[in-house]
């Protein structure tokens, strides 16, 4: 079956960056769209972005400048960058799969267990 | 477009009957999922399309409505649906997502 698997640190330096990677098993990396979202307590659910495995990407704007994604379809991985973070980052990050099955619109039906990062010195 | 959801949070007891609902700023169909995140857990969906029901969910869940107002219902709230549910919009960049209900154990 379809499997995220998150790694990554937990805990990151203000103005340092968040480094995340989600490895996926049980599916090609090929074809679908794959994104990242994070749960802060005060902003409920955010979508930060996504990636195609082309490598095409598609950013939330209030993240895009800080937000890097990247594949690795030899991996079967893709990568969360977050530059110049502060506290404000501090938030559980998930990796998740776009689906859309043909029908014209995307729900996330895969997501890998979520990794609480903490922006911390 | 922005999803409100109401109520932010509830208390409810085992057997009880829960409403949660979601109302967008403008006509989206039915372009909505429902979600539950749960502490430690990967998150599921349960609804998409407004109202079909993912595989392997419990059909005690139901969602229901279009245009501008959804609801997801429980019909017999047990001991592991104690959970965050949110809704997202389906057609949009960037997703889109409301504001949460935390149900919580009365």
């Known amino acids: 079956q379809v499997q995220l698997q998150q790694s990554g640190p937990g805990l990151v330096k203000p103005s340092e960056t968040l480094s995340l990677t989600c490895n996926v098993s049980g599916v090609s990396i090929n074809t679908y769209y794959w994104s990242w979202i994070r749960q802060t307590p005060g902003k409920g659910l955010e979508w930060i972005g996504n990636?195609?495995?082309?490598?095409?990407?598609t950013y939330n704007p209030s993240l895009q400048s800080r937000v890097t994604m990247s594949v690795d379809t030899s991996k079967n991985q893709f990568s969360l960058n977050l530059s110049s973070v502060t506290a404000a980052d501090t938030a559980v990050y998930y990796c998740?799969?776009?689906?859309?099955?043909?029908?014209?619109?995307?729900?996330?039906?895969?997501w890998g267990q979520g990794t609480l990062v903490t922006v911390s010195s | 477009i922005q999803l409100t959801q109401s109520p932010s949070s509830l208390s409810a007891s085992v057997g009880d009957r829960v409403n949660i609902t979601c109302r967008a700023t403008r006509d989206i169909s039915t372009l909505l999922a429902w979600y539950q995140l749960k502490s430690g857990k990967a998150p599921k969906v349960l609804i998409y399309a407004a109202s079909t029901l993912q595989s392997g969910v419990p059909s005690r869940f139901s969602g229901s409505g279009s245009g501008t107002d959804f609801t997801l219902t429980i019909s017999s709230l047990q001991p592991e649906d104690f959970a965050t549910y949110y809704c997202q919009y389906l057609n949009s960049y960037p997703r889109t997502f409301g504001g949460g209900t935390k149900v919580e154990i009365k």
């Open positions: 998740a799969r776009d689906y859309s099955g043909g029908r014209g619109y995307y729900f996330f039906d895969h």
């Open positions: 990636i195609y495995h082309s490598g095409s990407t």
